[in-house]
Nanobody, 122 residues
Framework: VQLQACGGGLVQAGGSLRLSCAAS????????MGWYRQAPGKRRELGAV???????TYADSVKGRFTISRDNTNNTLYLQMNNLKSEDTAVYYC???????WGRGQNALDAWGQGTLVTVSS
């Protein structure tokens, strides 16, 4: 599986951005996709996950502000980010894996996008 992420940019605090991640290659019918992010000087952290059936999980830091969704027909993952804060500044990575892989942690995922930078100015 290959992932191509886009949609990052510079936005003012309180603004919105929508990230996209196009998947190609051999995609499992049970794949789970999600978004990680890594802020400067910090560890990469999970932001949101979505199963093929549409079940979602969010980190507390983004819950209520971010919405993850996917288009299975076009193999595209999205992250709608609203009410952005300066602490949301990070490189955002999309990732793909099996349900088991997601349960084991990021090292068990089988594909990563190249990352897209989101910068929120205060």
């Amino acid at each position: 599986v290959q992932l191509q992420a886009c949609g990052g940019g510079l936005v003012q605090a309180g603004g919105s951005l929508r990230l996209s991640c196009a998947a190609s290659g051999s995609i499992s019918s049970t794949n789970v996709m999600g978004w990680y992010r890594q802020a400067p000087g910090k560890r990469r952290e999970l932001g949101a996950v979505i199963t093929r059936g549409g079940s979602t999980t969010y980190a507390d830091s983004v819950k209520g502000r971010f919405t993850i969704s996917r288009d299975n027909t076009n193999n595209t993952l999205y992250l709608q980010m609203n009410n952005l804060k300066s602490e949301d500044t990070a490189v955002y990575y999309c990732a793909n894996g099996s349900p088991t892989g997601w349960g084991r942690g990021q090292n068990a995922l089988d594909a990563w996008g190249q990352g897209t930078l989101v910068t929120v100015s205060s």
